[in-house]
């Protein structure tokens, strides 16, 4: 159960759009399109963002996408906004036992 | 008000036990199966366990099985987590979340403010 990697940190200024990767394998990622994506601002509850790799819940704004290519999962945010200023999350489904497996993280700051 | 609140976390001693409870409000949970993840201070967001709608399965990361057991009463609208001997590495918020599907596998789409669990001397 090793955690999915994300970059630590990304970046980008007001409008503009940033591109964050979750890195995993054939067992997770590769192997099943469970991947979703979560924001979280410190001290409250994490938002889905993203399921099934590219399904957004109502409500989150499309300026949220995902998208998935072998073992590596991405979400980007178009349009950013500073209240996108957050933590951003992936995880994938990892087979029968392990339904959930997180990425390392990464802070979103905007510029 | 759609929420899930957590509570029953604490300070406690390493080896003790603790009893984590969640209860939905404005929720339907009953229908979905039920996760609990946890945040340790600095580090990022893990699974711990879940279970189906119906209780009928429970999954547990490495990292606690053997020592906690997850448990729902769709009647109460609450979600458990039993903890045992407790570690210092068990010390974190814990969320507890719902998932999209009933068998837990397609996204956690509400999630509790959490409660915090601190494992010391």
């Known amino acids: 159960q090793s955690a999915l990697t994300q970059p630590p940190s990304a970046s980008g200024s007001a409008g503009q759009s940033v591109t964050i990767s979750c890195t995993g394998t054939?067992?997770?990622?590769?192997?099943?399109?469970?991947v979703s994506w979560y924001q979280h601002h410190p001290g409250k509850a994490p938002k889905l963002l993203i399921f099934?790799?590219?399904a957004r819940p109502s409500g989150v704004p499309d300026r949220f996408s995902g998208s998935k290519s072998g073992n590596t999962a991405s979400l980007t945010v178009s349009g950013l906004q500073a209240e996108d200023e957050a933590d951003y999350y992936c995880s994938s489904f990892a087979g029968t036992n392990i339904p959930y497996v997180f990425g390392t993280g990464t802070k979103v700051t905007v510029l | 008000q759609v929420q899930l609140v957590e509570s029953g976390g604490g300070v406690v001693q390493p080896g003790r036990s603790l009893r984590l409870s969640c209860e939905a409000s404005?929720?339907?949970?009953?229908?979905?199966?039920m996760h609990w993840v946890r945040q340790a201070p600095g580090k990022g967001l893990e699974w711990v366990a879940g279970?189906?709608?119906?209780?009928?399965?429970?999954y547990y990361a490495d990292s606690v099985k053997g020592r906690c057991t997850i448990s729902r009463d769709n009647s109460r609208k609450r979600l458990y987590l039993e903890m045992n001997n407790l570690r210092a590495e068990d010390t974190a918020v814990y969320f507890c979340a719902r998932d999209q599907s009933s068998s837990g596998d397609d996204g956690m789409d509400v999630w509790g403010q959490g409660t915090t669990v601190t494992v010391s001397s």
């Open positions: 279970i189906w709608y119906d209780g009928s399965q429970k």
């Open positions: 099934e790799v590219s």
């Open positions: 404005g929720v339907i949970i009953s229908d979905y199966g």
């Open positions: 054939s067992s997770d990622i590769g192997g099943y399109d469970y």
